[in-house]
């Protein structure tokens, strides 16, 4: 079992950055898939990126594409989403997630874990 904790969200303005974590307890953080997925107000959980095992593929939702930077540390269990250049319509809970399976996945179901998740709020 892995505990997932976000942190890094907040208030910034359109075209700002923030760069948000999750940590994660236990030993075996290198064994999981990583995904950041969001909730805008109203609206169903999507997917944002992901990171395999060894964070060198990653898979990026087209509204985020070339704007978010996943990333992970193997040796402190955290992954990061570096979030530029941002937008009004990005404003959403955004929550981590770690999966056993080897292959990174957009979809909700292949994921086993969750964390609470951290607001992230754009204005415009």
């Known amino acids: 079992q892995v505990q997932l904790v976000e942190s890094g969200g907040g208030l910034v303005q359109a075209g700002g950055s923030l760069r948000l974590s999750c940590a994660a307890s236990?030993?075996?953080?290198?064994?999981?898939?990583m995904g950041w997925f969001r909730q805008p107000p109203g609206k169903e959980r999507e997917f944002v990126a992901a990171?395999?095992?060894?964070?060198?593929?990653?898979s990026y939702a087209d509204s985020v594409k070339g704007r978010f930077t996943i990333s992970r540390d193997n040796a402190k269990n955290t992954v990061f989403l570096q979030m530029n250049s941002l937008k009004p319509e990005d404003t959403a809970v955004y929550v981590c997630?770690?999966?056993?399976?080897?292959?990174?996945?957009?979809?909700?179901?292949?994921?086993?874990?969750w964390g609470q998740g951290t607001q992230v709020t754009v204005s415009s």
């Open positions: 997630a770690a999966g056993m399976r080897g292959d990174i996945s957009s979809y909700i179901g292949y994921y086993n874990y």
């Open positions: 990171i395999s095992r060894s964070g060198l593929f990653t």
């Open positions: 236990g030993r075996t953080f290198s064994s999981y898939t």
